[in-house]
């Protein structure tokens, strides 16, 4: 169960173009992460312009504001598995939305069980719940 938290500049894509680039996302973590159908937590933040600074670490990428950085908390993937979730939502994404692969940052955070709570104050994780 990935949260994924997608950071856009604002004003760059309306309310449909966003759902895409969310739908976008979240079919590849179903492939590649293995999450269930209905495990979907996403949080879209729009920033504005100049308050997502992300230069090319070196690597001589030319950066717009059509700029996407995602990041995924989540527990238990390979690095073979996270290598394979890069290559492919830079690919759909480019495929479904546009997306220039350059305009694409994505960092995997892990976590462990115990970090979750999803509502009643209960660790569901822990209690066998889920």
Not at 52 to 61: K, P, Q, V, Y
Not at 103 to 114: F, G, K
């Amino acid at each position: 169960m990935p949260l994924v938290m997608i950071h856009v500049v604002e004003g760059r894509r309306d309310d449909e173009a966003l759902r895409a680039l969310a739908d976008t996302v979240h079919q590849v973590v179903l492939e590649h992460f293995d999450a269930p159908a209905g495990d979907r937590y996403q949080i879209i933040t729009e920033h504005r312009r100049g308050l997502i600074i992300a230069e090319d670490t070196g690597l001589g990428f030319e950066r717009t504001d059509d700029l996407v950085v995602l990041r995924l908390v989540q527990q238990g993937r390979t690095t073979e598995r996270k290598q394979d979730f890069y290559r492919e939502v830079a690919r759909r994404l480019q495929q479904e939305t546009g997306l220039a692969p350059t305009d694409l940052i994505v960092s995997v955070v892990a976590n462990e069980p115990e970090d979750w709570s999803f509502g009643l104050g209960e660790a569901q994780f822990l209690t066998g719940a889920l």
